[in-house]
C-alpha cells in the first residue's frame, strides 16, 4: 500500500488532495483557508463589507546581508493568507491556522515590531466554540474546556 504524499504541514498534495483544496478554480494550501474564503470572506464581500481580497502577499522580516565570513544569508520573509480591505478602507492580514508552530508565533512577532501597522489576526475555526475566532482567544477557550472535561475535538 503506497503512503499518502503529503507537506511538511500534513496536507495531501496529490492530485485527489489537491482537487479537496480547489474553490472556483483557487487551490488553497489547506482546506482551512478555502473554509475561510468560504464562510468568512465570501459573505463579507456579498454584503459589501470587504472591497478588496488579496492572497499570499509577502512581507520581508528581515532583510538579505552578508555575515562576517562573507556569506549571503537570504531575508527571512512571512507570506500572509488573506489580506482584506474594508469598506473604510482598513486593511486587515489573517493568517489561518489550525495549530500554530514555534516558527508562525515567532514570525508574528517580527511582524508586530517591523509593521506595527498592519493589523495581523491569526484566526482558526472551531465549530464547538462558534465558528471563526481570533487564535489566541480559541487557545484560551480549547485550554478551558480541556482543563474542565477533557479534550474535546474541534471540527
Known amino acids: ?22 474553490y472556483k478554480g483557487i487551490t488553497y494550501d489547506s482546506e482551512t483557508e478555502m473554509k475561510f474564503m468560504i464562510e468568512y470572506v465570501e459573505p ?8 478588496k481580497v488579496e492572497r499570499q502577499v509577502t512581507y520581508v522580516l528581515q532583510e538579505c546581508f552578508t555575515n562576517f565570513e562573507g556569506k549571503k544569508v537570504l531575508p527571512i520573509k512571512y507570506k500572509s493568507d488573506f489580506n482584506l480591505t474594508y ?18 508565533l515567532l514570525k508574528r512577532k517580527w511582524m508586530w515590531k517591523k509593521y506595527p ?27 478551558r ?11
Do not use: P
Open 1 to 22: 500500500m503506497a503512503s499518502r504524499k503529503r507537506n511538511k504541514y500534513g496536507v495531501d498534495i496529490t492530485e485527489k488532495g489537491k482537487q479537496k483544496r480547489t
Open 44 to 51: 463579507k464581500i456579498k454584503s459589501g463589507e470587504v472591497i
Open 87 to 104: 469598506r473604510d478602507n482598513n486593511e486587515v492580514v489573517f493568517d489561518v491556522k489550525g495549530r500554530a508552530d514555534n516558527l508562525s
Open 117 to 143: 501597522d498592519v493589523k495581523l489576526v491569526f484566526i482558526g475555526r472551531s465549530l464547538i466554540d462558534g465558528g471563526w475566532i481570533e487564535y489566541d482567544q480559541l487557545n484560551k477557550m480549547r485550554s
Open 145 to 155: 474546556r480541556k482543563r474542565s472535561k477533557g479534550v474535546a475535538n474541534d471540527k
